[in-house]
């Protein structure tokens, strides 16, 4: 009788491994894919953004704005650079703050110039994307319109 319980519950404790195993890997694949559409109403065709690849990563650029934002385990901060009264990292969207060209409520830059949905998102693109190849970062991400605009 022992052995039929021991038996019976070696292959319990198996099937529950393989569930847990299946479940970890498909919320794996889950995780691998969150692919965002960016510019749907551009005339270049809409951008492809894989979140899940970027989100760790911080632009090597010593000049970059927002490179004191960004530290270790909180790489969104480079991106997502917004924060609360209290320091605390908003991880707001990017068109919570940039509207399309002429909004008056646009973010303006160091120059005062305004930082308007399309150059808020080449500026931090493309501009970490060129620091990456002046690095020498085996990272490189596109910098020409056709590299990053797909037509659908």
């Known amino acids: 009788m022992k052995l039929k319980l021991t ?3 070696l292959y319990a404790v198996a099937l529950a491994i393989c569930a847990t195993v299946q479940t970890g890997v498909s919320a794996m694949a889950v995780q ?4 965002i559409k960016l510019d749907t109403q551009g005339g270049r065709g809409v951008v492809y953004f894989d979140h899940r690849k970027h989100e760790a990563l911080i632009n090597p650029d010593a000049n970059f704005v927002y490179k004191n934002k960004a530290k270790k ?3 969104c901060a480079g991106c997502h650079h917004t924060e609360s009264r209290r320091g605390i990292v908003q991880l707001w ?9 002429g909004n008056d409520k646009n973010p303006k830059n160091v120059d005062s110039d305004e930082v308007y ?7 931090m693109c493309i501009g970490c994307h060129k620091a990456n190849i002046e690095a020498g970062i085996s990272i490189k991400g596109r910098t020409t319109c056709g590299g990053c605009h797909k037509a659908e």
Do not use: L, T, Y
Request: aromatic fraction near 4%; glycine fraction near 4%; proline fraction near 0%.
């Open 117 to 123: 949905a399309e150059r808020a998102f080449h500026d």
């Open 93 to 101: 969207k990017c068109v919570s703050c940039h509207k399309g060209e």
């Open 73 to 75: 385990n909180a790489a």
């Open 32 to 35: 691998q894919s969150v692919i």
């Open 7 to 9: 038996i019976v519950m």
